[in-house]
């Protein structure tokens, strides 16, 4: 019998398949003593399978490259953690197994993280996998990961990891649904970037048999058990009609009546290029730069590398804009020779351009990296500065930029509410605003962005979140700049036509979502945008503000 269930579509598409679930390696070795003579023998096992486990994952990252390769470096050096591993080894010289200490010492951390502070606890989901990768070497079992199938399936876990979802094989993972995670965390970006169909945030996924069949639709968030004939002709239809539309569909971003709308791409490095222009990218709109940076947490790369790395997207866009972020270290994101180690809210404390001017050089030599890296291209640099609070902020980054001799156009990133509500002083300052709504939303409803508990409060179509985005754009317009979204909000096509209703010049995504964005932004007029995000804007929920944008769209 048909059923249905609803989490939160996070990436594109329809997937219909029979249900495999993750599998998971042994989670507690057995307790026991060892003599004192084995300690060091033990000791050495322990090592080699860290050793064995981070090159395993920063082999993974090489191969998935882009953001997947930042993120998985990130768990490597988890894994490689000094302080770990010195408690790995005093367990075991009182007694204990490699494999138990290894267990042990990562149940203890995991306490430390889990007690930080929600945006710090977001990232034991990572801690528990390498972890588990640890011990499951140790134990000689196999590996925590995706199943072994010939045939193609639909993916169910708990959450996934990202060194299980960087290397999914789209050919055999029809898509995926986790009972965790959230519309930002690192699955559902990663997921995105390969285009494949998912859900996350379903209670009760796990439930889901073995072999039943199950119809993903991964934007609206709805699993469909055991569907009917007559549902699988209905979203096959469906996502046939979005095919020939996306086919169809080329050339810059604009609504139906010719109001331009520019579609950039959210890029990692040089390796998220190739997709990026693939897909009509007409700029990249965010450039994350502190994946470079955590290639080496210890230090800052160097000024050469920093400008080999900048050039190589700056070139690949001729005559195209191309927003760069300055470093955003912090919270999620710790830098080990940047960032404080004893913060209690890591989220609230010294983030994004707050540690940039406790570390003037660090800054200084980025900005003149990206100055000697635009020298003699037909490129459209700007570059903005993450987690600006106030005028005060805008102004000190505007200088700074000032003073690395710097020609492009400077911004800054409104992700926290008094930078929206502020914005008109802000603007007095920079020449443009940069919506970062994950982090708008997080701040905004103290929800963080990695915890499936509170996602409703994390949906982007919060009419709270559209009020700010509203008051910034107005802002914008009212000084004569720009204002354009980098957060995941703009790869939803529906939502892109209310973003661009509500004012926004640009819409920035990942660049599996631009193909989706360009062709429904094209069915509709710049007025019935207006309207669509009016009707938006006036209800109390987001399920509401959905349904009102859809009725306006289509006409009901």
């Known amino acids: ?128 996998d390498v972890r588990n990768r640890i011990v499951a070497r140790l134990l000689g079992v196999p590996m925590p990961g995706v199943p072994d199938s010939d045939e193609p399936y639909v993916l169910i876990a708990r959450d996934l990891a990202p060194a299980d979802t960087a290397l999914l094989d789209p050919t055999l993972v029809l898509g995926f649904v986790t009972e965790e995670g959230g519309p930002t965390s690192h699955s559902a970006i990663l997921a995105r970037a390969l285009g494949v169909p998912a859900v996350v945030a379903l209670p009760g996924a796990g439930e889901l048999a073995e072999g039943t069949v199950v119809a993903v639709d991964g934007s609206t968030g709805e699993i469909f058990v055991e569907p009917s004939a007559e549902k699988r002709a209905q979203l096959e239809a469906a996502a046939a009609e979005r095919k020939a539309a996306l086919s169809a569909s080329t050339g810059p971003g604009a609504t139906s009546d010719g109001h331009k709308v520019p579609l950039l791409a959210n890029v990692g490095g040089p390796a998220d290029v190739p997709a990026a222009v693939e897909a009509g990218a007409e700029g990249v709109g965010l450039f994350r730069t502190e994946f470079l940076f955590l290639d080496d947490s210890k230090q800052a790369p160097s000024e050469e590398k920093q400008v080999e790395a900048y ?85 000190a980054f505007a200088d700074a930029c000032r003073a690395a001799g710097l020609k492009a156009k400077f911004g800054a990133m409104v992700e926290i509410p008094s930078a929206a509500l502020r914005a008109r002083s802000i603007l007095q300052e920079v020449e443009f605003l940069s919506l970062g709504t994950n982090d708008l939303a997080q701040y905004t409803f103290a929800a963080d962005r990695q915890v499936g508990a509170v996602s409703r409060l994390q949906d982007p179509w919060q009419p709270a979140l559209l009020d700010l985005v509203a008051v910034s754009a107005e802002a914008a317009k009212a000084e004569g700049k720009s204002c354009g979204v980098c957060g995941e909000a703009a790869s939803d096509p529906l939502l892109a036509c209310v973003l661009t209703g509500l004012g926004v010049t640009s819409l920035s995504m990942g660049a599996a979502s631009i193909p989706y964005v360009r062709a429904t932004l094209a069915k509709y007029t710049l007025a019935q945008c207006e309207r669509a995000a009016a009707a938006a804007r006036a209800t109390d929920t987001a399920d509401e503000a959905r349904t009102a944008a859809q009725a306006v769209l289509s006409g009901e």
């Not at 300690?39 to 399978?49: D, K, L, M, N, Y």
């Not at 809210?345 to 890296?373: C, E, F, I, S, Y």
């Open 311 to 395: 050039r190589k997207v700056l070139e690949a866009f001729p005559e195209g804009r191309v927003v760069v972020r300055v470093l955003d270290a912090g919270a999620d994101k710790p830098l080990e020779f940047l960032t404080p180690a004893d913060e209690p809210n890591p989220a609230l404390g010294v983030r994004g351009l707050r540690t940039l001017l406790d570390h003037p050089d660090v800054l200084r030599t980025q900005l003149t990296a990206l100055a000697k890296a635009a020298e003699g291209l037909p490129v459209y640099l700007e570059v903005m500065a993450p987690m600006v609070a106030d005028r005060i902020d805008a102004k």
């Open 1 to 128: 019998m048909e059923t249905t269930l609803r989490g939160v579509g996070v990436s594109h598409g329809v997937a219909i398949g029979e249900v495999r679930h993750m599998g998971t390696a042994v989670l507690e070795p057995p307790a026991k003593q060892i003599p004192a003579e084995d300690a060091e023998r033990e000791q050495g096992r322990a090592r080699q399978a860290v050793e064995a486990v981070a090159a395993d994952l920063m082999a993974r990252g090489n191969l998935a490259g882009g953001e997947a390769q930042a993120v998985l470096e990130a768990q490597a050096m988890m894994a490689q953690d000094p302080e770990l591993m010195a408690d790995v080894d005093r367990r075991i010289a009182v007694g204990s197994t490699a494999e138990r200490a290894v267990y042990d010492a990562f149940a203890s951390y995991r306490a430390l993280l889990a007690g930080a502070g929600e945006y710090l606890a977001g990232r034991v989901a990572d801690l528990d």
